[in-house]
């Protein structure tokens, strides 16, 4: 994660990142979670 994170800030661009693991939600900078079908942003 933390190679996606670097890259994507050198390039000055976004990634998307779907997962389970609440660990991973440290390397975001935003992050939006579904619950029953609805985004919470």
Request: no cysteine; aromatic share 2%; net charge neutral.
């Amino acid at each position: 994660m933390e190679l996606i994170r670097n890259e994507m800030k050198s390039r000055r661009t976004a990634a998307i990142v779907v997962t389970h693991d609440d660990r991973i939600t440290h390397f975001a900078d935003r992050t939006v979670h579904i619950g029953d079908g609805r985004l919470d942003i």
